[in-house]
């Protein structure tokens, strides 16, 4: 993720690049989630399809904005 990305609430992620401290949470690349909210920090808060639901510091982490998918054009998001 950089700095000129922004998130809204409802987009879903897939972590790619994670800092080993967010491993206490369960979190690694490959994980998916559901976008709650981006406070004025920067802090990325996301609800992860596990069940956990973690605040990922813009630093200390890597994102992708996944397109889900979509019956009506049968295109997938990754």
Known sequence: MTGEERFVRGDRVELVEV????????LAPGMRGTVM???SLGTVHV????????????????????????PETGITGS
């Not at 800092?19 to 369960?26: I, L, M, N, Q």
């Open 37 to 39: 909210v981006c406070d």
């Open 47 to 70: 609800a992860w399809d596990f069940g956990v639901r973690v605040g990922i510091i813009s630093e200390l982490a890597h994102f992708v904005r996944l397109i889900e998918d979509s």
């Open 19 to 26: 800092d080993d401290g967010y491993a206490r949470f369960g």
